[in-house]
Nanobody, 121 residues
Framework: QVQLVESGGGLVQAGGSLRLSCVAS????????IGWFRQAPGKERELAAA????????YYADSVKGRFTISRDNANNPVYLQMNSLKPEDTAVYFC??????????????WGQGTQVTVSS
């Protein structure tokens, strides 16, 4: 089992920045890739960014490329999602999840509770 806890959401004006954190725990948590998903009201859940367990590989959705940066210092440290140049359309509940295939959403089987990000215009 892997447990995930997110933090760092909030309300920000368009053009602003937020940093989300995801702490994973559990016996095998360090061997999983970590993804940040988001779900806006009335929309499907989207994989916004992901990072491999080693930190060597990353994935970004086209909608966040150049604005969001995912990072981790090592497999046992928090995973961060730095979000810059935020837009109202970035408003969503953001979830971190642990999975076995970096850019394959269906492979993510462990989920956090989510944190709300609201971007005002």
């Amino acid at each position: 089992q892997v447990q995930l806890v997110e933090s760092g959401g909030g309300l920000v004006q368009a053009g602003g920045s937020l940093r989300l954190s995801c702490v994973a725990s559990g016996r095998t948590s360090s061997t999983y890739h970590i993804g940040w998903f988001r779900q806006a009201p009335g929309k499907e859940r989207e994989l916004a960014a992901a990072i491999s367990w080693s930190g060597a590989s990353t994935y970004y959705a086209d909608s966040v490329k150049g604005r969001f940066t995912i990072s981790r210092d090592n497999a046992n440290n928090p995973v961060y999602l730095q979000m810059n140049s935020l837009k109202p359309e970035d408003t969503a509940v953001y979830f971190c999840a642990a999975g076995v295939r970096l850019a394959v959403p269906a492979s993510y089987n462990y989920w956090g509770q989510g944190t709300q990000v609201t971007v005002s215009s």
